[in-house]
């Protein structure tokens, strides 16, 4: 099946803790994006990256860091910066190009402060 | 800069009624308009897009939406509506934007369809 995983579906994490959520995708896209979700806040960009070795801050970067190292992956640390992390976090995938893409959605992994 | 407006956070409708859940939006040059639906829990699945052409954009599950540019308006409908429609809908606007052509998509923020069987 093709597709994009997130893992782990929960994370709990402590006061001061990093913590980085795994986003894999089997789609050849070339682009990929982090959202953060929150209750009646509908999708906020945290980052995007458009190629490998490549990406860009979204809206709300603050706290958090990226990477793509490689086509298929993008993963995000949420670090000890970011003062507010209890959130439902979504990565994305689409196709690049002059044609009008949708985006493909993972599962989401939901993370808690303790 | 470009936005969307979903005005209601709840709509009710009862099984085998037709639906409709309003979209609102604004951008600088021609819209490009996405409907994407929510599962608790779960990521978001894509149900259609106006890019240009017939106003009537038809998706999956049965679900349709009519592009009105005099009113600004992407408002979703379905005929007759399931139990198992119950859901989060989000409307999303895109608009060109950023370094490289990146293709920005601004989200509404969600409306829950309850519909009672």
């Known amino acids: 099946d093709g597709g994009i995983t997130q893992s782990p579906k929960y994370l709990f994490r402590k006061e001061g803790q990093n913590v980085t959520l795994s986003c894999e995708q089997n789609l050849n896209h070339d682009a990929m994006y982090w959202y953060r979700q929150d209750p009646g806040q509908g999708l906020r960009l945290i980052y995007y990256s458009q190629i490998v070795n490549d990406f860009q801050k979204g809206d709300i970067a603050e706290g958090y860091s990226v990477s793509r190292e490689k086509k298929e992956s993008f993963p995000l640390t949420v670090t000890s910066a970011q003062k507010n992390p209890t959130a439902f976090y979504l990565c994305?995938?689409?196709?690049?190009?002059?044609?009008?893409?949708?985006?493909?959605f993972g599962p989401g992994t939901r993370l808690t402060v303790l | 800069a470009q936005s969307v407006a979903q005005p209601e956070d709840q709509v009710n409708v009862a099984e085998g009624n037709p639906l409709t859940v309003k979209c609102t939006y604004s951008v600088s040059g021609n819209p490009y308009l996405f409907w994407y639906v929510q599962y608790p829990n779960r990521g978001l699945q894509f149900l259609l897009k106006?890019?240009?052409?017939?106003?009537l954009v038809k998706g999956s599950y049965g679900f349709e939406a009519e592009f009105n540019k005099s009113q600004t308006s992407f408002h979703l409908k379905k005929p007759s509506a399931l139990v198992s429609d119950s859901a989060l809908y989000f409307c999303?606007?895109?608009?060109?934007?950023?370094?490289?052509?990146?293709?920005?998509?601004?989200f509404g923020t969600g409306t829950k369809l309850q519909v009672i069987p």
């Open positions: 994305a995938s689409s196709q690049t190009g002059t044609s009008v893409h949708e985006q493909f």
């Open positions: 106006y890019i240009t052409g017939d106003n």
């Open positions: 999303a606007v895109r608009d060109w934007g950023g370094p490289g052509g990146y293709q920005k998509v601004t």
